[in-house]
């Protein structure tokens, strides 16, 4: 069955630092990944995506993200934080499940801290 | 492009009254909406799948007669919660999927967020 995995719930960061955010995944076939972002009574905004092909995907607000299909992760990284970034990350894998229907699961989140 | 709203974005109604929450696809056709609801601080849980002129699909655990789909045009589903109680305060976000276009690979399998509707049941 298809699966996200986000093992950090809260991460805290100071501002100017780095940021990785891990996110795994299950799925029998070649997924479609997503990573969102959503701000408090905010609905979701695409960060980035991955489809196929250059497995290190660029997306908005200078967030990437890197397929590593052994490791079956899509980890999103950004190489400076910004107190903006302070939200909620939500990793998503699309894909046709066993009944034949197209779904997105979506992992449990990981809540971002930014420190002044 | 691919523009998903939500109407109403916020809605307080008495418990025991039905409401109904609009998502539309602005400048693109969807053969198929999701509903997904999401609780505070948590991730979004898929609701239903609805296509254009069928009945919606709904996953284990979601009551088909409290949470009523229709899917009636290219541009419109319309999730309505019936007899509506606290426990059915949440959050509520649909969203859609273009339909397929032959030759049109990958964004197929993409879905559109819309905004979001807030539904307090007092």
């Known amino acids: 069955a298809q699966s996200v995995t986000q093992p950090d719930i809260h991460i805290t960061v100071s501002e100017g630092a780095s940021l990785e955010l891990r996110c795994n995944y299950s799925?029998?076939?070649?997924?479609?990944l997503f990573w969102y972002v959503q701000s408090p009574g905010q609905g979701l905004q695409l960060l980035l995506k991955?489809?196929?092909?250059?497995?290190l995907v660029q997306g908005i607000k200078g967030f990437e993200a890197e397929f590593k299909r052994s490791q079956s992760s899509f980890n999103l990284r950004k190489p400076s934080v910004h107190w903006s970034d302070a939200a909620e990350y939500f990793c998503?894998?699309?894909?046709?499940?066993?009944?034949?229907?197209?779904?997105?699961?979506f992992g449990t989140g990981t809540r971002l801290k930014v420190l002044a | 492009g691919a523009v998903v709203s939500q109407h109403p974005s916020w809605v307080i109604c008495k418990s025991g009254t039905s409401v109904k929450i609009e998502c539309r696809s602005l400048?693109?056709?969807?053969?198929?909406m999701f509903w997904y609801r999401q609780f505070p601080k948590q991730s979004l849980m898929l609701m239903a799948t609805s296509n254009e002129g069928s009945k919606a699909t709904y996953e284990q655990g979601v009551e088909k007669d409290k949470f009523l789909i229709n899917h009636a045009s290219l541009t419109l589903s319309t999730l309505t919660v019936t007899s509506a109680h606290p426990e059915d305060s949440s959050f509520y976000i649909c969203s859609a999927r273009e339909t397929y276009r032959e030759g049109v690979s990958g964004r197929f399998y993409e879905q559109y967020f819309g905004p979001g509707t807030r539904l307090t049941v007092t």
């Open positions: 400048d693109f056709q969807a053969t198929t």
């Open positions: 799925y029998g076939a070649t997924p479609y």
């Open positions: 998503a894998v699309g894909g046709r499940t066993t009944s034949g229907t197209y779904k997105y699961i």
């Open positions: 991955y489809f196929s092909g250059d497995t």
